[in-house]
């Protein structure tokens, strides 16, 4: 079973950036698709991001363009880069791997001045 721990959310201002990053324990996400959701307050969760085993990504149309997915398997992470944040961005991310139900605790992003 994978156990997932977001980290790198935060306060920060519109058109500003912050990582994203999802460590994964008890299995090697090498096998695995992985993605990132979001959730805002009083809104169903939302796909943002995903990654396949290979390199194939692909994104949520309000992201693309600003958002990269990436995964480093040496370390067993997986990062959301965020570029030019908006507030429509504010919500709380979670890390998943869809095939095996698994989803982290989620990390907080505020975007406001």
């Known amino acids: 079973q994978v156990q997932l721990v977001e980290s790198g959310g935060g306060l920060v201002q519109p058109g500003g950036s912050l990582t994203l990053s999802c460590a994964a324990s008890g299995s090697a996400i090498s096998r695995y698709v992985m993605g990132w959701y979001r959730q805002a307050p009083g809104k169903e969760r939302e796909f943002v991001a995903s990654?396949?085993?290979?390199?194939?990504?692909y994104y949520a149309g309000s992201v693309k363009g600003r958002f990269t997915i990436s995964r480093d398997n040496a370390k067993n992470t997986v990062l959301l880069q965020m570029n030019s944040l908006k507030p429509e961005d504010t919500a709380v991310y979670y890390c998943t791997v869809p095939t095996q139900g698994a989803w982290g605790q989620g990390t907080q992003v505020t975007v406001s001045s």
């Open positions: 990654i396949g085993i290979g390199t194939t990504t």
